[in-house]
């Protein structure tokens, strides 16, 4: 089960770097990221699954890479100070990228942050300088484009909230946490190492062979069958025998009587 689990977080751990690899069009660049998310795992509360999946988000929408932790470390500030959790990283995560993806701040998205804990209009109409109804109309608008809001929203919230993620990695939740992820970090293999490598060679070995192997499975298979069906055909013909010679007894007994009688 231990073997399971460290080659299932290792091909896990590969398919992230290969996917950051492929939007960063850089190998070195995606472990580099890879390592940096891993770190930020290991001090906050949240698990490597889900730090990797924000990571691949925010560069999916067009991030630099040097932007991804500073980015993770302000929303996740803020959803462990107002006491939420990773679906709620998620959902706030969702609504800066789409801020992003349409260039301009709308309505829609600073409700959207509301509801998962981080509270934006507060923070951009102070670092806007605008009054709520300045704001209000500046909004509607489309007149504060995401290249001005998502860097105040996130000094803002980290600002307010800075240190919260190290304070909840510190209760019982999260320091239990910090400990799984250190388990399965011992047993999770680096994609390119010795022992990564082999193990790949022997499963493209396995995937090669596998034609043979489905027709010997089939051939063996088949010839069980007809093992199966010659035995079934000998047992009725054994019952069948068993009920003519019942018959026939039956048969002696009624003429044994008849003459009795």
């Given at each position: 089960?231990?073997?399971?689990?460290?080659?299932?977080?290792?091909?896990?751990?590969?398919?992230?770097?290969?996917?950051?690899?492929?939007?960063?069009?850089?190998?070195?660049?995606?472990?580099?990221?890879?390592?940096?998310?891993?770190?930020?795992?290991?001090?906050?509360?949240?698990?490597?699954?889900?730090?990797?999946?924000?990571?691949?988000?925010?560069?999916?929408?067009?991030?630099?890479?040097?932007?991804?932790?500073?980015?993770?470390?302000?929303?996740?500030?803020?959803?462990?100070?107002?006491?939420?959790?990773?679906?709620?990283?998620?959902?706030?995560?969702?609504?800066?990228?789409?801020?992003?993806?349409?260039?301009?701040?709308?309505?829609?998205?600073?409700?959207?942050?509301?509801?998962?804990?981080?509270?934006?209009?507060?923070?951009?109409?102070?670092?806007?300088?605008l009054n709520a109804d300045q704001f209000r109309l500046a909004q509607e608008q489309g007149r504060i484009s995401s290249s001005v809001a998502i860097p105040i929203l996130l000094k803002g919230l980290e600002d307010k909230y800075k240190g919260s993620l190290a304070n909840q990695s510190k209760t019982m939740g999260g320091l239990w946490s910090t400990v799984k992820a250190g388990f399965l970090r011992a047993i999770t293999a680096d994609p390119d190492s010795p022992f990564s490598v082999a193990v790949k060679g022997w499963l493209s070995k396995l995937v090669a062979d596998m034609p043979s192997i489905q027709s010997k499975i089939r051939g063996t298979l088949s010839k069980l069958w007809d093992l199966a069906k010659a035995g079934k055909a000998f047992v009725d013909r054994l019952v069948e025998i068993e009920r003519s010679r019942g018959a026939q007894r039956l048969i002696a007994d009624v003429g044994d009587a008849i003459h009795w009688a």
């Open positions: 089960e231990l073997v399971k689990t460290g080659l299932g977080a290792t091909a896990s751990l590969e398919n992230v770097q290969v996917g950051f690899t492929t939007m960063l069009k850089s190998k070195d660049a995606a472990k580099g990221l890879v390592k940096e998310l891993q770190h930020f795992s290991d001090w906050s509360p949240f698990v490597d699954s889900d730090v990797n999946k924000w990571g691949q988000t925010l560069i999916g929408f067009g991030a630099d890479a040097k932007q991804v932790i500073p980015t993770l470390t302000a929303v996740g500030d803020a959803i462990s100070g107002m006491g939420k959790g990773p679906e709620d990283v998620t959902g706030a995560l969702t609504a800066i990228t789409q801020i992003a993806a349409k260039g301009r701040l709308m309505g829609q998205e600073v409700l959207q942050l509301a509801e998962h804990g981080i509270f934006a209009q507060e923070i951009l109409q102070k670092g806007l300088g």
